[in-house]
Structure formats: structure tokens, C-alpha cells
């Protein structure tokens, strides 16, 4: 059996890489079909997360198993001419045993775009830039978003599942102007449903003055999802890149990335 990792970028914006569903198209449903057909088995994918209908995946990565051993650059190359034109593959490669794109991840980094420009987005842009007001405090939201760095519970910014954690450890989170051009860069070592979007609709609230740095700070006291926080439209962000430990490290990485995470009693390291 051998197990290859594909590394791919989608501009799908009606269902993003969800999991295949039913009677929708999806991002994983088109690869596995594709793949399915060229390799001549079954295919299923595991991804290195999943993303919210609407949101893009510059950097997503997935691995799959297979009976055959194909040429990575040749089944590249082949699936270029066979996907439609809204799913690219950007490289495949065999993968080493442990490899598990979602659990052997160490980090996970998202882009947020906005644009300040008095007319909105402009129509290339249209897809994956959201317009806001074009009078937004930066350094305001620079200071909002310090406040949540670290290891924390963010059970505000989360839509909960079942059974699963909200606690997080969210190493970056900054702001950067490029012009009417609003980026904000937001990694941890995972995330949780619809929590960037959130993280970004909480601190863009500070910068057009309806909330202040220490309500969003105070959000991290909150155990359920808050309604006071504004999701941030989908269409906006993309995950831009997924961060894996040394092959000898996988394993091990694995096995720390199923145990379930609390917050420390001293309330976490940094920030907050």
C-alpha cells in the first residue's frame, strides 16, 4: 500500500473542501472522483482540515492510500488535463507511512482579505476580497488581536461539535495594510469551526468602533458561543498553508494531536 500526499489549491466558493456530500458538489468529492478514474480504484481522501462552504484553500494538503504505485509528477501532470478549472492540484509525492495530512500537522496558517476602497472590491478581486468601511482604526485591531494570542479556550469564536475541544493555541494573529489591501495572518496549531472567521469579525468590530480590545480579550472568559460576535464573510479567507514536523517525528506527532486539549490552570502561556 502506498500512501501520497497532494498538495492543492481551489477557488470553489459554493463548497469548499468539505467532506464528499451527497447531491453537492465539493472540492474532496471532485479529487476523489478525478483520482478515482485515473488510478482505476477507489479513492478517499484525508484532509489537513476542512474549511467552511465558501472559503478557499490556497495551501491545502491531503494524503490518500493507494494499491498502485503511480509516478507522482506523471499523475500530476495528468490530473492538470483531467480536473475542471476551479481544482488544481499544485504537487503530489509519495508519502512516508506515519504521514497523516490532518493529524500529523503542526500548524495551520489562514489569510483574511478586506479591502477599505470606496468602491469595494475590485472585480478580480471580487471572489476573495471582502469590502469593509474605509475608515477602520488598524492599530486598534493590531491591539485586539494581541490580546487572544496564546493557549486558550476559545469556545466564543467556535461552533461547537460534539465531543470535541475548543482549546487552541493561536500563535499568530496580525494585521498588515497594502493600500486599500487589509491582510490579517492567523495560525495555530489547529482551529475549530468558523473560528478565524470569527477571530476576524470580533476585531474588525474594534477597528470600525463598535467594541474595544478588552471586550474581545473577554471573550476568552465566555465557555459557549458567543452571539455577540459577527462571523466575517466566507469568501474572504483562504488556508494559505499547513506546516508538518521532520518524517521522523510524525508518529509521535500523531499520537499528541488525538489527545484532548485542556487549558492549564495558570490560564494558558501567552497573551490573552
Known sequence: MNRF?????????????????????????????????????????????????GVHAEGQVAHFDTATAPDGPRLLHRMARFLPKDVRIKGIRVAPPDFDARFSAIRRHYAYRLTT???????????????????????????????????????????????????????????????????????????????????????????EGRRTPDWVAGLLRERERSSAVTVAPAHGLSLIAVDYPADSELAARNVTTRELRTVPPDGGCCGG
Open 117 to 207: 476602497a470606496p468602491y469595494g472590491a475590485e472585480p478580480l478581486q471580487a471572489r476573495h476580497v471582502v469590502p469593509c468601511r474605509s475608515a477602520v482604526d488598524l492599530d486598534a485591531m493590531r491591539e485586539a488581536a494581541r490580546k487572544l494570542l496564546g493557549l486558550h479556550d476559545f469556545a466564543a469564536f467556535c461552533r461547537r461539535r460534539e465531543g470535541a475541544t475548543t482549546v487552541r493555541e493561536l500563535q499568530r494573529y496580525d494585521w498588515e495594510r497594502d493600500g486599500d489591501l487589509l491582510v490579517a495572518h492567523v495560525s495555530a496549531d489547529a482551529f475549530c469551526w468558523s473560528m478565524v472567521r470569527s477571530l476576524v469579525g470580533a476585531v474588525l468590530a474594534v477597528g
Open 5 to 53: 500526499a497532494q498538495y492543492l489549491t481551489q477557488r470553489l466558493l459554493e463548497h469548499a473542501l468539505h467532506g464528499a456530500q451527497p447531491g453537492l458538489r465539493t472540492v474532496q468529492g471532485v479529487l476523489e472522483e478525478s483520482l478515482g478514474k485515473v488510478l482505476r480504484e477507489p479513492i478517499q481522501l484525508t484532509v489537513a482540515g476542512r474549511t467552511d462552504a
